[in-house]
Structures are given as structure tokens and as C-alpha cells.
């Protein structure tokens, strides 16, 4: 399977001066954004251990938990101390998310400040680029393991693959049809 960083790549090369500076950009967007995905990773895996935790049986007591957790102030790191206390993961996983929590945190607060340098050559771009792409690799790797934690409550809760789809074509067509409006 082809590395992500080895297409951005030649994204890069066919681009011009302009062209690849917005793609430092959208990449380093992209690494946000997959580092919110986990995030929300962390949170699903948080509220769906306590609505079997607690034996939640209404929908009410189901719409708390989720609005507690949503709503919650807590950073990425209090939700992985969470999610480490609540789900038996081993030190390989525990050692990943760590390291995914120091890296997202240096991006988010001062990758830039730190490497803005680099933005004025070809070099530093595509060493910019690679360290956003080793990190939404990384991210996504950790996604799908901890998928497999939290899987079994999921499918108790009747949300498959398939349930998850419906809803995510149900909130395409209400923007679409918000945007038409």
C-alpha cells in the first residue's frame, strides 16, 4: 500500500509555488482533523462503557451520558487517562496514545511557531508534509485498534457499519438540502 506522504508528494511536484504552499496547509489541516477523529474515538469509547457500565435502560439516561461527554470542557488528554482506566488496553496502545497526545498537542500549539522556517524551501516543505502525513497515519492506524475495544458495545447498541452510513448520508443530504434552501 502506497504511503500517504509518497502521494502528497506528487501532489507536491505538480504543483506551483502558490499551489504548494496551500498544500502544506491542507495537510497540516488534515492531521488536525484526523486528530479530532480520534478524539471522537475517545469519546464514543468513554460513553458507550458507561451506558453498559451504568445498565442504562432509557433513552433519557442514554441522551445524558452522550450530552455529559459531548459537552464535556475536558482536554484529549483527560479523555485518554479516561479511556485508560476504563478499557483493559495493553502498554503498546497505552505507549501509542501517549505519543499521538504529545504530537497532536505539539502540532496544534507550536509546530508552526517552532518550524516556520521550513515553509521557504522545497526541503522544509516536504519535511512539513511528511510529519503531517506520519501523523494521520499513526492516527488512523490507533483508530481502527481502538475500534476493536469498543466494537462489541457498538454492535449491542444496533450502531453497524451500515446504521453509521445511513446516518452519514442522512446528514449529507440535509446539508445539501439546507445549502439549496
Given at each position: 500500500m502506497e504511503r500517504r506522504y509518497d502521494i502528497a508528494k506528487n501532489e507536491y511536484k505538480s504543483e506551483d509555488d502558490n499551489g504548494r504552499h496551500r498544500l502544506v496547509y491542507a495537510y497540516f489541516g488534515l492531521a488536525i482533523y484526523f486528530g479530532q477523529c480520534l478524539e471522537e474515538t475517545f469519546s464514543i469509547m468513554l460513553w458507550t462503557d458507561r451506558i453498559f457500565r451504568k445498565r442504562v435502560k432509557t433513552k433519557a439516561e442514554v441522551n445524558q451520558i452522550l450530552d455529559t461527554i459531548e459537552n464535556s470542557k475536558k482536554t484529549m488528554g483527560n479523555f485518554i487517562a479516561e479511556v485508560k482506566q476504563c478499557y483493559n488496553l495493553p502498554n503498546s496502545i497505552i505507549d501509542q496514545l501517549d505519543k499521538i497526545l504529545s504530537t497532536r498537542n505539539y502540532l496544534a500549539h507550536k509546530y508552526f511557531k517552532l518550524h516556520i522556517a521550513k515553509f521557504y524551501s522545497?526541503?522544509?516543505?516536504?519535511?512539513?508534509?511528511?510529519?503531517?502525513?506520519?501523523?494521520?497515519?499513526?492516527?488512523?492506524?490507533?483508530?481502527?485498534?481502538?475500534?476493536?475495544?469498543?466494537?462489541?458495545?457498538?454492535?449491542?447498541?444496533?450502531?453497524?457499519?451500515?446504521?453509521?452510513?445511513?446516518?452519514?448520508?442522512?446528514?449529507?443530504?440535509?446539508?445539501?438540502?439546507?445549502?439549496?434552501?
Open positions: 522545497e526541503v522544509g516543505q516536504l519535511e512539513m508534509i511528511e510529519y503531517f502525513c506520519d501523523f494521520i497515519e499513526e492516527s488512523q492506524h490507533l483508530d481502527d485498534q481502538l475500534k476493536l475495544y469498543y466494537k462489541k458495545y457498538t454492535d449491542k447498541l444496533g450502531i453497524t457499519e451500515e446504521r453509521l452510513e445511513e446516518l452519514m448520508n442522512q446528514m449529507k443530504e440535509e446539508e445539501i438540502n439546507r445549502i439549496k434552501k
